[in-house]
């Protein structure tokens, strides 16, 4: 059974910075595509960043892009989302998503993902 627990979630100020952690389990880590997504209330939820465990390549949303970075530790099998001069639009319950079949090319949307965690919430005040 896959899992995906993401962690690290948070209240910080404006400019501020946190990582998030995804730790997987039961799930083929190697050589697969994973992703951040975040939902703030009321919106839909929206790609942030993916990786592709094999090579490290990696995608962002033009929102993050230069703020945030996704890595990955094979060794650990965990994903990690760092996020930096975070401001109050950036508030919303982030998720961990995974699928199979290798590359994640630009595809930042929930239906290419097949596996999620609950979410870790992260809150940026002005």
């Known amino acids: 059974q896959v899992q995906l627990v993401e962690s690290g979630g948070g209240s910080v100020q404006a400019g501020g910075s946190l990582r998030l952690a995804c730790t997987t389990s039961g799930y083929t880590y190697s050589n697969n595509c994973m992703g951040w997504f975040r939902q703030a209330p009321g919106k839909e939820r929206e790609g942030v960043a993916n990786i592709y465990t094999g090579d490290g390549s990696t995608y962002y949303a033009d929102s993050v892009k230069g703020r945030f970075t996704i890595a990955r530790d094979k060794a650990k099998n965990t994903v990690y989302l760092q996020m930096n001069s975070l401001k109050p639009e950036d508030t919303a319950m982030y998720y961990c998503?995974?699928?199979?079949?290798?590359?994640?090319?630009?595809?930042?949307?929930?239906?290419?993902?097949?596996?999620w965690g609950q979410g870790t919430q992260v809150t940026v005040s002005s």
């Open positions: 998503a995974a699928r199979y079949g290798g590359f994640c090319y630009d595809r930042l949307v929930p239906v290419f993902f097949d596996y």
